[in-house]
Nanobody
Framework: QVQLAESGGGLVQPGGSLRLSCAASGSIFNIEDMGWYRQAPGKQRELVATITSDGSTRYADSVKGRFTISRDNTKNTVYLQMNSLKPDYTAVYYC??????????????WGQGTQVTVSS
């Protein structure tokens, strides 16, 4: 099994910044993509950013230019630097890690979520 421990959420004013961290532990071999989703109240969970094991990144259009995803494979940790935060970014942010089980099988592990609230 893989355990994902998120940290860094909290309350921030509009225009402020937060940095989320997600540390993986346990059976961490064969982890490929990692990333972040978010879920606002009454809305579906949506992909925010993803990063492959070799560092390629992809972002939701709504966060491009504001968020940066990075990864430290030596620490098995993925980060999400969030700048210029807006109130509609308020959500629970979930970290995930995809572990390759076989040539055709990938299992997605999830963190417990961390609350980000953007409000004055």
């Amino acid at each position: 099994q893989v355990q994902l421990a998120e940290s860094g959420g909290g309350l921030v004013q509009p225009g402020g910044s937060l940095r989320l961290s997600c540390a993986a532990s346990g059976s961490i071999f064969n982890i490929e993509d990692m990333g972040w989703y978010r879920q606002a109240p009454g809305k579906q969970r949506e992909l925010v950013a993803t990063i492959t094991s070799d560092g390629s990144t992809r972002y939701a259009d709504s966060v491009k230019g504001r968020f940066t995803i990075s990864r430290d494979n030596t620490k098995n940790t993925v980060y999400l630097q969030m700048n210029s935060l807006k109130p509609d970014y308020t959500a629970v942010y979930y970290c995930y890690a995809d572990r390759t089980l076989s040539r055709s099988s990938v299992y997605r592990h999830w963190g417990q979520g961390t609350q980000v609230t953007v409000s004055s």
